[in-house]
Each structure stands twice: as C-alpha cells, then as structure tokens.
C-alpha cells in the first residue's frame, strides 16, 4: 500500500528566486512598449533569456563580442559551454540562422554546444538542418516562456534538451514531452479504500461516514470535469469515474504539478507547475501565467474561466493583501487586484457573483469586489479550512478540520453559518469537488496509530445544506 501523508507537513517555500519582473519585461518585449525598435528589441531579449538563467543559478553572459562575432547568449553549465542565439522575427525562422550558428560552434572549443532559440518557432528547412546537426537543440517560444515564468529552471530545460539529443538524436521535443516523467508511477491512484481505514479509526461524535473511493501517497488536489474527477498526483493529472467502480486513468503526464487542477468547458486543463501556470490543449503544453515566488492556487473564476490567488509573502511584515490574479490571453497578459485578506493567511478562493470573490482564510475570510476594491471581513466557521465550493451567488461549503474533519455551509451575505457536520475522516483537508449531487472531499484516512493516507472520499451533497 502506498505511505501516508505527514500531518505536520508545511508546503515548502521555495523563495524569491522567481522574479515577477522577467514575466513583466517579456510583456513588453512583445507588445514593444515605448515603440522600442526590432534591434533593441533583439538585444533586450537577449539579456532577458540570460537574466531567467542567472536567476537559477547559471552564470550567464548577454551579448559578448570578440574576433569571431557576437555571441547573443553564452554560459557554462554541466562542464559544457553553451552559446545560444536568439531570435524573435514575426515569421518561423528558415535554415540561415542554423547555419551561423553552427559556423560560429566551428570556430570555438570542441565540445561546445549550441542552442538556437526562435520566438516564432521554425520552418521546416531548420528543422531539417536541426537534424543533422548533433551539437545544436532548438527552443521555441514555448520552452522560453516556460523559462522565463518559472515553470521550468534554466537547469532542468538544459538538462532536457540535452537528454533529448545525447539519447535520442532529437535536436527539438515539444515543452509535453520534455516535461513527462522518466519513470511515471504505475500506480498513484489505488481505487477504493486503504487497508486498515475503517470510520470507527476516527469515531467522530455524531458523525457522517464517508464512502472513500479512491487513494494514494501523493494526492495534491483535485476537480471536477464533465461528470469525472481530475485528481493531482505528483507525476501528472488522474481521470477517475464517479458513482462507479472503475479504474483511474492518465489524463496528463507531467513531472512536479501541484494543487488543484482546472478544466474548462472547452477543453483546456490549468496545472500548477514551480513558479508558473500550464495550460494544457490538445496535447500540448503552453504557460499561461507566471513569475510567481511560490505555486499559485488555481481559483474558478466567473463562468468557470481561471483565476488564481498569488501566495507571494517574500518580504512582507505580515499585513499586504494576496493577490487575485486574472490569467490573459497570453503570459504577463494576467492583471492583479487586492485580495482582502492578508498573504499568508488565506486557503481557497471562489467567484461569488458579477466581480465578487469569496477568499477563504483560517480565522477569518474576505468577500472582495476587484473592481471597487472593497472587501469585508467574516469568521471563518471551522479551522483549517481548505476545500472550498460555490453552492450560489451567496453561499459556499467550506470543509475544515480539527481533530475530524468538518463542514459547513457559509451565507456570505449575513456571516451566519450552519452548525458543522463532523465526518469520520481527518485533516489535512487538500481540495473539494461537486459533481451533481455529490460533494467529493480530498482529506486523510488513518490506517494505524502513526499513518494517514490520502483519499478521495464522496458525501451525499442534499444531506449536507
């Protein structure tokens, strides 16, 4: 059976090393702020793409020049020298600048590697060329906007792309493939209830049983899609059934997602990853926002689109307001209103009605309009608090925990709540998902005296409100 959860554990911050300004920059680059020419243009995304690799670590170099040319971007990594050459033309780039690049690699160190990254992607005459040659690997914008947002670290794409040529004599692999798992888990998702779980290992007073249908070690969030869970796990997105026994299956295979997921009704699939926010569609991967120094939390907007609440608390004295964050039609398109409650307080967040939230905090929790920018305080009804769900435009379920796990139906309007209905499960609860008439709950199940296991667990919804 796979292990359990840490009860204690805390979600590690990994820092500011994200730096929201190179999301910002980018934006600029590509909407030419100040009427800024091709050639400035050229030359600032050069010291872009070196800035995002200096971030993580690597000690790069923008436009170096000597005896031989210029080199747009140069840098030393894994023993290796790199040198990179950018392009952002409007068009896809044909076979030339390949062709520089690899005279410029002749005329360097043996061993010297190449990288050409292109904007605008590649023609098929560069793609061909790519082929043949076996010391150059192609980014197109998607690798750059997946560097540049911290979605990706410049040490891990470097990693991938040179793994992608060494073993597999491919040049370029789509961001979908660079990003799948080595070694995915057969198994992350165990249908059914642990071994060992039974309701009387919490024997809450008065409480409701759970029907667990669902388990696993690395469970991080989950959602609803069209009548299916959508469940987290530390290597990609889970498809599971409702209702029926049936067996988990892959929707998306991805290294290091965190949190909930999002589906929309077109199609798309919103997935935390680092610093940044994947859009999935149609098999492949693009970033739809980024630059955040911590995992965002992705949020249902009006009308299902995606939001996200900003769980940035580098640098703050502890009294700033979270941000609610709308994701655009491209990165550092996303716009940014106060979200009410402070930073590092607040757990979930949900669109109430027109262009009101209810943000969810332990203690107390926010009713914010981002266009007025006003907001009122309530108390939050159950500690702990973590899955959250829209019932209407006024109230919301909130499902927390103490020593059991509890829930309990908010009117946002007046601050009254219903008395909390204890369920024989424990904390610490990850997500919650409504499908019809069912209110799905990600919480923990004890299996012995020292073991919770995560588990997705259904409740009847009517019983509940």
């Known amino acids: 059976m796979p292990g359990g959860w840490d009860t204690d554990a805390v979600p590690t911050d990994p820092g500011p090393q994200i730096n929201t300004s190179l999301v910002s920059r980018y934006a600029d680059l590509r909407k030419q702020v100040g009427g800024m020419t091709e050639s400035v243009r050229g030359m600032r995304f050069n010291s872009l793409l070196a800035d995002a690799l200096v971030r993580d670590g690597i000690d790069a170099e923008a436009d170096q020049r000597g005896p031989h040319g210029e080199v747009d ?89 040179n793994r992608s040529l060494s073993v597999f004599g491919h040049p370029s692999l789509p961001l979908a493939a660079l990003l799948r798992p080595r070694r995915p888990d057969p198994a992350p998702l165990w249908s059914g209830a642990p071994d060992g779980f039974t309701p009387a290992a919490v024997a809450a007073p008065g409480a409701v049983d759970p029907t667990v249908t669902a388990y696993g070690a690395t469970i991080a969030g989950i959602t609803a899609d069209h009548g299916r869970l959508l469940i987290t796990v530390d290597d990609g997105i889970m498809n599971l059934a409702v209702g029926r026994r049936a067996q988990p299956r892959r929707r998306l295979e991805l290294t290091d997602c965190v949190g909930s997921p999002l589906a929309t009704t077109d199609g798309d699939l919103f997935v935390v990853r680092n610093g940044g926010v994947l859009r999935h569609r149609q098999d492949a991967l693009e970033v739809a926002a980024g630059g955040f120094t911590r995992p965002p939390i992705i949020v249902p907007g009006p009308h299902g689109t995606p939001w996200l609440l900003d769980r940035d608390t580098v640098g703050w004295p502890g009294t700033e307001h979270a941000s609610l964050v709308q994701i655009g039609d491209h990165l550092g398109d996303q716009q940014r209103w106060p979200a009410g409650l402070p930073a590092g307080v607040y757990q979930a967040a949900c669109w109430l009605h027109e262009r009101t939230f209810f943000v969810l905090g332990d203690g107390h929790s926010a009713i914010t309009d981002v266009d007025t920018g006003e907001h009122r305080w309530i108390e939050t009804p159950v500690g702990r608090p973590h899955g959250l769900i829209r019932l209407d435009e006024r109230h919301v379920l909130i499902v927390g925990a103490d020593r059991h796990v509890l829930i309990t139906v908010l009117d946002t309007a007046t601050g009254q709540a219903t008395e909390p209905t204890p369920i024989n499960l424990t904390g610490p609860v990850r997500g919650a998902a409504r499908i019809r008439d069912a209110l799905i709950i990600l919480a923990g199940a004890p299996v012995d005296h020292a073991t919770v296991v995560p588990v997705v667990a259904r409740l009847d919804l009517p019983s509940l409100v």
């Open 73 to 161: 971007v140069a840098f030393c990594y894994g023993g290796t020298w790199w040198l990179l050459e950018a392009k952002w033309y409007a068009d896809p780039i044909t076979d030339e600048p390949l062709r520089h690049l690899s005279d410029v690699l002749t005329e360097r160190l043996p061993g010297t590697m190449g990288i050409l990254a292109s904007w605008s992607g590649f023609a098929a005459s560069a793609l061909r060329r790519a082929e043949r040659s076996r010391d150059v690997v192609l980014l197109d914008r998607t690798h750059v906007e997946a560097l540049i947002s911290g979605t990706v670290s410049g040490p891990e794409l470097i990693d991938a792309v």
